[in-house]
């Protein structure tokens, strides 16, 4: 894993902690499984199952919206 992986990989953690979110973080690689979710670009975000954000690290007010609303799922 490359340093600019683990940096957007910790941003995510952050605002997890931030948001008392617990949850798995998971850092997949298999592309099989990356190809599951439609998915043709990285970084991707998925959360519940659902492709929130391809290609970037989204804002943290953007990441805090998306994690409330699966909370509350």
Do not use: F
């Amino acid at each position: 894993m490359g340093q600019d992986e683990i940096t957007k990989i910790k941003e995510v953690m952050a605002v997890m902690s931030e948001t008392g979110t617990v949850a798995a973080v998971e850092h997949v690689r298999d592309i099989k499984e990356i190809g599951s979710y439609g998915v043709m670009g990285m970084p991707a975000l998925i959360i519940n199952g659902k492709v929130k954000c391809v290609g970037r690290v989204p804002s943290r007010n953007r990441l805090k919206e998306w994690l409330k609303e699966a909370q509350n799922q």
